[in-house]
């Protein structure tokens, strides 16, 4: 591609105040031989947009600098189709948070614009990749509750849907269910499981899988191969994107002997229970007697380190209505709840008052003992609110409202044909692992959603709702597959890693550090790209030693081309230079909200997005102190359990690598202290600039690097 550039400079937001634009133009003219540089007082308005439509229809202009605000806004004004473009932010980043008319203002605006050039320079246009054989069915594992609905969901949307269950039955834990708590959580509703199964069967986008299960299930969005297996045969079809549905089973009650399941026959779980209501009378197992004395024990092994650390959100809502089912069968009867908290969120908080009023006993404490003598089990509990013991005399039944537990603890439902296993990656919980922040249905192999139970503990409401948009996320990728367009959180990006395989040397770091397991491997070790499972993130191309991996629009090349055009001072002139390589997702956003509220941030400072911390390649923190920057900052997403990395553990591979830079540092003979890593959240953005100064203020108190002018 012969590439006609045009830079354009905005004077707005005060810009052209703060600036020599004339100097700015000299880069891009003279340095850059640009031969089409204008400015304009808003250039995001009416005549600035059209100053630039008209360039690229009239004077041949298909390459773009914008040297004004941040990318992050202005999108769809500076929406000019498939150009290379690329934006100059010196509004947020440079006159925002420095003196106007500085000679260090001016200096950092324009190797800014330098990078920007530089990028335009090493950029060629994307050829979005296209799979063959492309499928636009929703395959929908799970057929309860929430499968069904995101199977109406896609088909009602007009995709063909394949829903799969394991079961002879569709309805999953709603085939036991008595009734439900449903909005306005005013009083309890019927199941109406009917309704939903019928609504399945005359939807003619839906094929039904019963009795059947995932025997296998290879490929990536557009092109998973699943193979379902059913009454002793098998059949493969192809799919563009998978719902997880798979639910939840109880937690084991055998373990919760401590309760007295197990040591005493009127000792039941919340299931038995809801399965006891449904079968038309609640009674006491050991005799058969009506059930009019009832505790309910809350969190029966939930929020419990030895049990279920977590809690699962939906049992004091299901207690509450199994204590209005004991009511409703004998308004005479007793219920009691033992409860650390009560955990009924939004609207169903009314549900609770409801139940309150209907004479429900609640008391905050936990069990000391249970016992059994006289007309039933004793219970002996204390009562923090009263701050006393209680006792609880002839109950006729105890129910343990045990918790959530995902299938992906106990079953491969999916049995993944992935180098990494056939199991998704899973957090500490054993729910499918994800963005918990921004990407709820997101797993980390692209194209599956989970959605319901098997994400996080719900209710039937929630639980639908979440199927709705686990649903849209599979739509969502299955389009943008077909326009060979990456899906979250790069939406839209046409570019995908290319491979020059003449110089791999089989180290298989770029197929263990891929995080979303695009990349298998043949039998010599020669890394297998499976590009539409590929988010983007560049991961890979940050590991790799040999630089074999890049993009069209970003490259190990690219990026270290742009260190090597900033301009950098001598020593004398007693004017550092950092660069801080900044997380697109978090850091970036972060420094603009500086910017936006004017916390003034360091002139000595040169910014370079990247697309994760996990892209980072060691050569640019060596060619950044081998060409005289003085240090290099990292700034990037949570990492951990609780992580925010929207691209997994770019931010963990970016600090493992920053130990080993030392060495590298070593052979410089530099300081290792040039070099840090600091996790910056979006919400960080008083903070960075404290974080900032941090350590600029060390680079400071070093010598200038002595490879300045070499």
Not at 51 to 67: F, H, P, Q, R
Not at 210 to 236: H, M, R, Y
Not at 250 to 268: C, R, S, T
Not at 388 to 415: I, Q, R, S, W, Y
Request: hydrophobic share 40%; glycine share 8%; with cysteine.
């Amino acid at each position: 591609m012969d590439k006609k550039l045009g830079v354009y400079i905005c004077e707005g937001c005060g810009i052209g105040e703060s600036l020599d634009l004339a100097a700015l133009k000299k880069v891009a003219t003279k340095e850059f031989k640009a031969p089409i540089c204008k400015s304009h007082p808003w250039l995001c308005g009416a005549e600035g947009l059209e100053m630039i439509k008209a360039d690229l229809a009239n004077e041949g202009v298909n390459t773009l600098s914008l040297v004004a605000c941040s990318p992050r806004v202005k999108t769809n004004e500076f929406d000019f189709g498939p150009v290379l473009m690329d934006r100059v932010n010196v509004r947020e980043h440079v006159v925002w948070v420095l003196p106007a008319g500085d000679e260090d203002t001016q200096m950092m605006a324009e190797d800014q614009m330098r990078l920007g050039l530089v990028k335009l320079q090493k950029s060629t246009p994307p050829e979005p990749f296209q799979a063959e054989n492309l499928s636009k069915t929703v395959l929908v594992v799970g057929g309860g509750f929430t499968g069904m609905n995101a199977a109406l969901g896609a088909a009602q949307a007009g995709y063909p849907v394949l829903l799969v269950e394991r079961e002879p039955a569709l309805g999953g834990f709603l085939n036991k269910m008595n009734k439900r708590v449903r909005p306005p959580y005013k009083e309890l509703k019927p199941v109406d499981l009917e309704g939903q199964i019928k609504a399945i069967e005359a939807e003619p986008n839906i094929k039904v899988f019963t009795s059947a299960q995932i025997e296998k299930l290879s490929g990536g969005p557009g092109v998973f191969d699943v193979t379902i297996s059913q009454n002793g045969s098998s059949v493969t079809e192809r799919a563009g994107s998978v719902v997880m549905a798979t639910g939840w089973k109880p937690y084991d009650a055998n373990k919760l002997e401590h309760l007295g399941y197990g040591k005493f026959p009127d000792v039941i779980t919340n299931i038995q229970m809801e399965e006891m209501a449904k079968s038309g009378k609640i009674t006491r197992p050991s005799n058969g007697q009506e059930a009019k004395n009832v505790l309910f024990i809350q969190c029966a092994g939930s929020r419990d380190e030895n049990h279920l650390p977590y809690c699962s959100s939906v049992c004091c809502l299901v207690s509450l209505k199994q204590a209005t089912y004991v009511q409703e069968q004998n308004p005479e009867a007793s219920v009691y709840i033992l409860y650390k908290d009560i955990r009924t969120p939004h609207q169903s908080e009314d549900y609770y008052r409801k139940v309150q009023r209907d004479g429900g006993i609640f008391i905050r404490g936990e069990l000391l003992g249970l016992t059994a003598g006289g007309a039933g089990l004793t219970a002996e509990a204390d009562d923090v609110l009263l701050n006393e013991k209680v006792l609880l005399e002839d109950l006729d039944l105890v129910v343990l409202a045990v918790g959530m537990v995902p299938t992906t603890l106990e079953e491969l439902a999916l049995n993944l044909d992935y180098r990494q296993g056939p199991q998704l990656p899973l957090n500490k919980y054993g729910f499918p692992d994800s963005n918990f922040i921004c990407f709820p249905y997101e797993t980390q192999r692209t194209g599956i959603y989970a959605a319901g139970c098997v994400r996080a503990p719900m209710e039937t409401a929630l639980a639908g709702e979440d199927a709705t948009g686990a649903a849209l996320k599979a739509v969502q990728a299955i389009e943008s597959t077909a326009i060979g367009a990456a899906t979250f959180p790069r939406s839209g990006d046409m570019t995908y890693p290319e491979f020059f395989m003449s110089r791999c040397t089989q180290c298989k770091r770029c197929t263990e550090e891929c995080p979303f397991g695009a990349i298998n491997e043949d039998e010599k070790a020669n890394p297998i790209p499976f590009t539409t499972r590929c988010r983007r993130c560049g991961t890979c191309m940050g590991a790799c030693p040999e630089r074999i991996i890049s993009f069209k629009n970003y490259s190990v090349d690219m990026i270290g081309s742009m260190i090597k055009g900033i301009e950098v001072p001598d020593a004398d002139d007693e004017k550092p230079r950092v660069i801080a390589l900044v997380c697109e997702n978090d850091a970036y956003p972060a420094l603009d909200m500086a910017g936006i509220n004017r916390i003034p941030i360091d002139p000595f400072f040169r910014f370079i997005p990247v697309r994760c911390l996990g892209s980072v390649n060691l050569v640019w923190i060596a060619d950044a102190l081998a060409k005289g920057i003085d240090g290099v900052i990292l700034l990037g997403c949570k990492k951990g359990d609780d992580y925010q990395c929207h691209f997994i553990k770019g931010s963990e591979l970016a600090n493992t690598r920053m130990e080993k830079i030392s060495e590298t540092l070593g052979r410089l003979a530099l300081e290792p202290d040039r070099v840090a890593v600091e996790e910056v959240s979006i919400m960080d953005y008083e903070k960075l600039p404290r974080v900032l100064k941090a350590f600029m203020d060390r680079i400071k108190e070093m010598e200038p690097n002595p490879y300045k002018g070499f």
